[in-house]
């Protein structure tokens, strides 16, 4: 399947955006793997730790976090804990996405969030099932879609790498972003991971 989209993204960028064509054809074939194992709480929250931060950043506090929860041979569900919040805050996050973070688990422990629920909602139900939790915003509930749902057609609008790329290609070829976004339907999601994959 990959490789049928790829073939897809290729084809459109040929006609419409040869800058893309490079960026692709550097890039190769790009895969949405989907953790193995992972549950709703641990994705939820590092979700939230990857709000408005570089990928090495959020990558640290993210590791400090998960090792201060193996330290205290705590689950992160368990270690999200109001007995905990220094611990927390010493690993680098902040006041709101505890918050955040902590609201997600109550709606988790009450059964009203797993993956089963949320999976099996057309995407504009998720969408307003995830930004209903404090803290939450468009850019998460697009991030979980991509990351942890698999979703193939997702644009994150307000993610500055791709707003910004997107905009640098457009004005290098003869199209504006609405229309190279309507041409990559129903794929736009691997858009997103080459453009992410280019900048890194």
Same mark, same amino acid.
């Given at each position: 399947?990959?490789?049928?989209?790829?073939?897809?993204?290729?084809?459109?960028?040929?006609?419409?955006?040869?800058?893309?064509?490079?960026?692709?054809?550097?890039?190769?074939?790009?895969?949405?793997?989907?953790?193995?194992?992972?549950?709703?709480?641990?994705?939820?929250?590092?979700?939230?730790?990857?709000?408005?931060?570089?990928?090495?950043?959020?990558?640290?506090?993210?590791?400090?976090?998960?090792?201060?929860?193996?330290?205290?041979?705590?689950?992160?569900?368990?270690?999200?804990?109001?007995?905990?919040?220094?611990?927390?805050?010493?690993?680098?996050?902040?006041?709101?996405?505890?918050?955040?973070?902590?609201?997600?688990?109550?709606?988790?422990?009450?059964?009203?969030?797993?993956?089963?629920?949320?999976?099996?909602?057309?995407?504009?139900?998720?969408?307003?099932?995830?930004?209903?939790?404090?803290?939450? !915003?468009?850019?998460?509930?697009?991030?979980?879609?991509?990351?942890?749902? !698999?979703?193939?057609?997702?644009?994150?609008?307000?993610?500055?790498?791709?707003?910004?790329?997107?905009?640098?290609?457009?004005?290098?070829?003869?199209?504006?972003?609405?229309?190279?976004?309507?041409?990559?339907?129903?794929?736009?999601?691997?858009?997103?991971?080459?453009?992410?994959?280019?900048?890194?």
């Amino acid at each position: 399947m990959s490789k049928k989209i790829h073939q897809h993204l290729l084809k459109v960028s040929n006609k419409h955006c040869p800058a893309l064509e490079t960026i692709i054809r550097q890039n190769g074939i790009i895969n949405i793997d989907i953790p193995k194992n992972l549950n709703i709480f641990d994705c939820l929250a590092q979700t939230v730790v990857e709000q408005q931060l570089s990928y090495k950043a959020a990558k640290s506090i993210w590791g400090k976090i998960k090792n201060t929860a193996a330290r205290l041979n705590l689950s992160l569900i368990d270690y999200f804990d109001d007995l905990n919040i220094e611990l927390i805050r010493d690993n680098g996050l902040s006041k709101n996405k505890i918050k955040a973070i902590l609201g997600a688990k109550k709606e988790i422990q009450s059964g009203a969030l797993t993956f089963k629920i949320i999976s099996n909602m057309d995407y504009p139900l998720y969408k307003k099932t995830i930004t209903q939790l404090w803290g939450f !915003g468009d850019w998460s509930a697009e991030m979980i879609a991509i990351f942890y749902l !698999g979703k193939t057609n997702i644009w994150s609008e307000k993610d500055l790498i791709l707003n910004r790329g997107i905009h640098e290609l457009c004005d290098k070829s003869e199209i504006n972003p609405e229309k190279l976004l309507a041409l990559m339907d129903p794929y736009q999601s691997y858009l997103a991971l080459h453009l992410w994959k280019d900048k890194d």
